[in-house]
């Protein structure tokens, strides 16, 4: 696609010329807008000085086009796929964007050489990353050997400063093949991962997820999706997948819930030396694979939780163990089953009692249905200011606090009998509360006993209604 800008002058009487231009999505491949190719994915750098070199390999054959973000374009023509170091050197100072384009039309065979990869090249320099990768190197056939799909070994790894993926890196692909995401990301600073990322990828491969995210320490949360569409596993496909990534904390329900089929050494130390992840493992992470009667291949869990020193060995009150058929690979952690309560109203369910108490002062619980989750459940705290006796159900029974002497009245802002105690607590005119006038059968009123008293300047004075009509009631 082209935009035309045309510049008209009185030269003549006639046309002064024609300039076109690429779109901003494009590479101008010769600089003069007549070949506009597609950028396919784009890297930002880091601040740059000249004389900085940026490089990367490349083994599959194709055109392809490098746009170096300083004006000069490249044009590469490969026809075999023999692995290739291209560099470029700037001249100037400042950030850089680099764009990718062209199409692959051959992949090397080698199981251990990439179609393309920036670590031994420059990967330090390397700040963001957005696009698609996947459309500049597609599957050149339906089938999965050497020399029909890419391989991104290494891709990024080394990348200190890269902290995102773009969930569209690898949107077309649904096959795999041996180490294509080996070392992919290892030991780059990526804080969070998408849930698409890998989201069409629904076939498993030989050490497919090898290390991927190996030592990438800045790493909080994994994506509980995933791998959610593989159903199949192979040998060393999630060998040391997160070994060290010592930021994690918790490892996610289901993680591999999908996958059907075991291999030999297939989570061999996958979150080994994962030193910050606490709680049990969940019950659900091997779904599959135990609902299947995976058979116990070599070393199938090997190490699989070896140094991961927060994660529990004993179930915690309000769970109970849950067998697996895998505990010997596990070093003495185990997964658990998280109990289940229905609290009534007014009670909740805690932390660390196997079973629903009263709901505690100044707080109310609406009782329901609970799952042991390692936090207290159906306990809500009273807003600043209100407060309510133990067992409270609602909110409406949060309510202020009246001293009178050692006594405590509680006022409301549902109105409990009639009469009552108005408070304006906004002296607009309006009862903001409520406070019952007695909780004995006779009202308050002058012929009676039952008042409340209070007591202000040295003057007690009593409450009460004169418009009640004792007759009703009877002692």
Not at 95 to 118: C, E, H, M, Q
Request: glycine share 10%; proline share 4%.
């Amino acid at each position: 696609m082209r935009k035309i800008l045309i510049v008209l002058s009185v030269i003549y009487g006639g046309l002064c010329g024609v300039a076109i231009a690429c779109e901003s999505n494009e590479i101008d491949v010769l600089g003069d807008g007549s070949q506009c190719e597609a950028a396919k994915f784009t890297i930002t750098t880091t601040e740059l000085t000249a004389d900085t070199t940026f490089a990367f390999y490349m083994s599959a054959s194709g055109t392809f086009y490098v746009d170096w973000g300083d004006g000069t374009v490249d044009t590469i023509t490969r026809n075999d796929t023999t692995e290739t170091l291209y560099d470029h050197t700037y001249t100037t100072d400042g950030v850089k964007t680099i764009r990718f384009g062209g199409l692959a039309t051959g992949y090397n065979t080698d199981s251990y050489v990439a179609s393309i990869r920036f670590y031994g090249g420059t990967p330090n320099l390397i700040v963001s990353v957005s696009g698609d990768i996947s459309i500049m190197f597609p599957y050149i056939t339906d089938n999965s050997q050497d020399g029909a799909q890419p391989r991104f070994y290494r891709l990024f790894r080394g990348a200190q400063r890269l902290r995102s993926i773009p969930e569209t890196l690898f949107s077309s692909y649904t096959t795999t093949s041996t180490n294509m995401f080996k070392q992919a990301f290892m030991q780059c600073s990526i804080v969070s991962i998408s849930e698409d990322l890998f989201s069409g990828i629904t076939t498993g491969a030989d050490n497919l997820f090898e290390s991927t995210f190996e030592s990438c320490g800045l790493l909080k949360i994994i994506p509980t999706g995933l791998f959610s569409g593989i159903t199949s596993g192979a040998q060393g496909m999630f060998k040391w997948t997160f070994y060290g990534c010592n930021s994690l904390t918790s490892i996610p329900e289901g993680l591999f819930s999908n996958i059907q089929t075991g291999a030999d050494a297939m989570f061999g130390g996958t979150f080994q030396n994962c030193r910050g992840v606490k709680g049990y493992i969940p019950q659900s992470l091997f779904a599959g694979l135990i609902a299947n009667g995976s058979p116990y291949l070599s070393g199938l869990m090997q190490n699989i939780f070896t140094s991961c020193d927060k994660l529990i060995k004993t179930c915690p009150t309000g769970t109970s163990q849950y067998i697996t058929g895998y505990e010997e690979y596990w070093d003495g952690h185990v997964a658990c089953t998280p109990h289940t309560h229905d609290c009534d109203s007014g009670t909740y369910f805690p932390t660390i009692i196997d079973g629903c108490v009263a709901c505690p002062e100044n707080n109310y619980c609406p009782g329901g249905e609970y799952t042991y989750n390692g936090v207290d459940q159906g306990i809500i705290a009273c807003p600043v200011g209100l407060y309510a006796p133990m067992g409270m159900s609602s909110l409406t029974q949060c309510g202020r606090i009246l001293h009178i002497g050692d006594n405590i009245v509680y006022l409301h802002s549902t109105k409990k009998t009639t009469p009552a105690l108005h408070v304006d607590i906004d002296q607009d005119g309006t009862a903001d509360f409520f406070g019952n006038m007695t909780t004995l059968d006779v009202p308050m009123t002058r012929g009676t006993e039952r008042k409340l008293k209070l007591q202000y300047d040295g003057v007690t004075y009593s409450v009460y209604d004169d418009s009640v009509d004792l007759s009703e009631y009877t002692n």
